[in-house]
């Protein structure tokens, strides 16, 4: 008995230490305005791929806020590239992004958590794992695609609930993540990251 104990305190071990390596961000926010980039900048990020719907707009809005804008315009001013890459719809992207004359690019049909797409827009605009950071509100898309990149990631709040929209499989497993990232004091939900202390533990 106490070796089939001990062989599950192992598994559950094992388990919880992949979840943290492909689920935990570098760094965790409320929003993207909360996102110092001055300080990413001085660290040596140039480059930021960041997700559309409910990061960095709710998916319901069709153009680009106040609040987006002026953070995309406050990248340029510290010399960060600013890329979208979403996994929406090449109409509702490109309708969305010819808004942004700062823009440095917008993909759609990423395909995240997938890498192929996100590994050909690194390519093709001169990026690299020390130099890049990703931006997203969900775990299982953006941040496990920015782990099995080796990225720096920035996980947001969600600026819509669609929950109600998930599949009751799709909600058991983001919980089950959550709890796990918990458990091994990876991620707590509302406790939000101080960038000096996250940044050197990781990649750069």
Do not use: W
Request: hydrophobic share 40%; aromatic share 10%; net charge positive.
């Amino acid at each position: 008995m106490a070796k089939k104990s001990n062989t599950n305190v192992i598994r559950q071990s094992v388990l919880g230490k992949a979840i943290v390596n492909y689920f935990r961000p570098t760094y965790y926010f409320k929003s993207i305005s909360k996102i110092d980039l001055k300080y990413l900048r001085d660290v040596g990020i140039k480059n930021i791929i960041c997700d559309l719907d409910n990061t960095l707009v709710p998916h319901y809005i069709g153009i680009p806020q106040r609040k987006t804008i002026n953070f995309i315009n406050e990248a340029k001013q510290n010399n960060i590239n600013f890329f979208i890459a979403s996994n929406n719809t090449g109409k509702r992207v490109e309708r969305f992004s010819k808004n942004l004359s700062n823009l440095d690019g917008f993909y759609s049909n990423i395909k995240k958590p997938l890498t192929m797409n996100l590994t050909r827009i690194m390519a093709e605009n001169d990026m690299n794992i020390k130099n890049t950071i990703m931006i997203g509100d969900q775990l299982e898309m953006d941040i496990l695609a920015a782990n099995i990149l080796h990225l720096n990631s920035i996980l947001v709040e969600p600026l819509f609930d669609e929950s109600y929209n998930y599949s009751n499989l799709t909600r058991f497993i983001e919980k089950f993540i959550y709890k796990r990232l918990a458990r091994f004091n990876a991620l707590r939900k509302g406790e939000y990251s101080s960038l000096e202390s996250n940044i050197d533990n990781k990649i750069l």
